[in-house]
């Protein structure tokens, strides 16, 4: 997911700290949010902010998506610009210049996702029972939503880039707007189904913020008014608003500011959107040295396998550790489970290291793009392909991680040949197209 197309003297670094920040932040989320306990020969998951109330609020600091979408943002409008520069096939939606974006996140994620299934029919094979099957093969796949919604937004920066040309700022405006209003129907008016849109509206508003800022129609001052404006909505929503503090799903919750997203979670996006991009000069500032900037390459080219593969450790040192009772297990919210709190991400993290290390011995396999098929087929058709192959994949990833690997200890025939059906579409280009490089 990094973008390795803009050239040194462009290149924002800022961006590329942003987009490796974010995502530790959300692996370390989720490590910490990973509770569990064995008992009766089953494991059970905890969950603090059902037990512990008070640390919803915990989840402002933790829940930081949006940094990771306006970055996107950026990064497709510094390339789709690059292109545009040396001539490529912006016109006509593009389709190269798509295809070669979207292969770069399908193809790992097609690894992860094969592996996964195969792991599952191996279990299933075996007669691993079907609960515990059910609860370990959701943990390694509800994070997936995240690269679905990805792909989709990212099909789909033709028309974002379009419309910021035509109408500027007033495009993220447009689009709150319409998010609080498909708020008012679902929670107010108690709409079923029409809260869905805001998958892609309260995720494609902040990756518009990221075009804004490319071209500097989104400046400092505007960055600071952004950030100030959003952090007064948000107070205002989870205090006199129906709104919940958290900014992540809660088992009985009236309102989930998440799934789907809402204007909450949106408000809490333009305040890390304004501060970053506000911050931004001063934090290139700091990565002028080429030490730095070597840095920032290594941790970019490793962290989409980090964000891929965090949750396999998870279980790992579950089965490992709980079962032959290696693991303490203190009583949630007590001093000795923060203590081992500490302790249990700094085991995930040894792990992950180890996993890392293996995944970059095997980086031809498990960080290569989806590979491309040339076809006989006219280019009007693999748009549409394209189109519906992304669809394809954002659907199923979404289900994947609604669902899991085996929901209700059963396989996924279904989703996973969705799944398939759409990275075969992806990978079918037009033939008679000129190569150019992103």
Avoid at 33 to 61: C, H, K, M, Y
Avoid at 69 to 76: K, N, R
Wanted: proline fraction near 6%.
């Amino acid at each position: 997911m990094t973008d390795t197309a803009t050239t040194t003297a462009v290149r924002n670094h800022s961006m590329d700290l942003y987009r490796v920040v974010a995502l530790l932040f959300v692996v370390l989320g989720h490590w910490m949010a990973a509770s569990l306990t064995f008992s009766d020969g089953a494991f059970w998951r905890d969950n603090p902010l059902v037990d512990l109330p008070w640390t919803q609020w915990l989840t402002w600091i933790f829940q930081v998506v949006p940094v990771f979408f306006v970055v996107a943002g950026y990064a497709s409008a510094v390339s789709w610009a690059h292109r545009s520069a040396e001539g490529g096939d912006v016109s006509g939606g593009g389709q190269e210049w798509l295809r070669r974006r979207l292969v770069r996140p399908i193809g790992p994620t097609a690894v992860y996702v094969v592996f996964a299934l195969l792991v599952v029919a191996a279990l299933f094979g075996v007669g691993v029972a079907g609960s515990e099957l059910d609860f370990g093969a959701w943990a390694v796949a509800m994070h997936l939503w995240f690269l679905g919604i990805y792909v989709l937004v990212v099909a789909l920066t033709p028309v974002a880039v379009a419309l910021h040309r035509r109408w500027g700022k007033w495009v993220p405006f447009a689009m709150t707007v319409a998010v609080a209003v498909i708020d008012v129907a679902t929670i107010g008016a108690h709409v079923p189904y029409l809260g869905w849109l805001n998958y892609l509206l309260v995720w494609g508003m902040l990756y518009q913020l990221g075009i804004a800022w490319h071209d500097g129609t989104l400046c400092r001052r505007a960055s600071i008014a952004l950030a100030v404006l959003s952090a007064i909505a948000l107070a205002l929503l989870v205090t006199v608003g129906p709104y919940p503090v958290s900014m992540i799903g809660v088992p009985g919750a009236t309102v989930n500011n998440t799934g789907p997203p809402n204007l909450a979670l949106l408000a809490l996006g333009g305040v890390e959107a304004g501060l970053v991009l506000a911050a931004a000069p001063a934090v290139n500032g700091l990565l002028k040295s080429a030490r730095a900037q070597r840095i920032l390459v290594i941790a970019n080219d490793n962290v989409m396998a980090l964000y891929l593969w965090h949750m396999v450790p998870v279980v790992i040192v579950a089965l490992a550790g709980y079962p032959t009772g290696l693991l303490p297990q203190p009583t949630l919210g007590t001093a000795a489970w923060w203590w081992f709190r500490l302790a249990w991400v700094a085991i995930l993290a040894v792990v992950a290291a180890v996993e890392l290390a293996l995944l970059w011995w095997g980086r031809r396999l498990f960080s290569a793009p989806l590979p491309t098929v040339a076809v006989p087929i006219p280019a009007p058709l693999g748009e549409v392909l394209l189109f519906a192959g992304t669809v394809a994949i954002a659907v199923t990833m979404s289900v994947f991680a609604a669902l899991g690997f085996a929901p209700d200890g059963r396989f996924p025939v279904a989703a996973s040949v969705g799944f398939f059906v759409g990275v075969v579409l992806v990978a079918l280009a037009p033939t008679g197209r000129r190569r150019n490089r992103v």
